[in-house]
């Protein structure tokens, strides 16, 4: 069992920079593949980028590559999203996601543990 906690959300202009980082508990964090997911007002939640449990594998949604970076830390047990260039379509709220077993996976059914999310508002 994981438990996964979301923070660094928050205001930012179109063009700036956000990094959210998800920490989580239990000690076999470097068992589960991480992902992000984010979901806007009135649209389904979507797959945003997800690293392997060994952290050779990285996937992202075509929306934000080359603008966003994910990366984990399995002895501090944490996942980062890095979002550069930011642009306001990428308003949403952010939830960090996880799941037992070394792959990519980017369907919300793949993923067994979640967070309650963080608010990440782009203004134009």
């Known amino acids: 069992q994981v438990h996964v906690v979301e923070s660094g959300g928050g205001l930012v202009q179109a063009g700036g920079s956000l990094r959210l980082s998800c920490a989580a508990s239990g000690h076999t964090f470097s068992s589960y593949t991480m992902a992000w997911f984010r979901q806007a007002p009135g649209k389904e939640r979507e797959f945003v980028s997800c690293?392997?449990?060994?952290?050779?594998?990285?996937a992202f949604v075509d929306s934000v590559k080359g603008r966003f970076t994910i990366s984990r830390d399995n002895a501090e047990n944490t996942v980062t999203l890095q979002m550069n260039s930011l642009k306001p379509e990428d308003t949403a709220v952010y939830y960090c996601?996880?799941?037992w077993g070394d792959g990519v996976f980017v369907d919300k059914d793949d993923y067994e543990h979640w967070g309650q999310g963080t608010q990440v508002a782009v203004s134009s």
């Open positions: 996601a996880a799941r």
């Open positions: 690293i392997s449990a060994g952290g050779s594998r990285t």
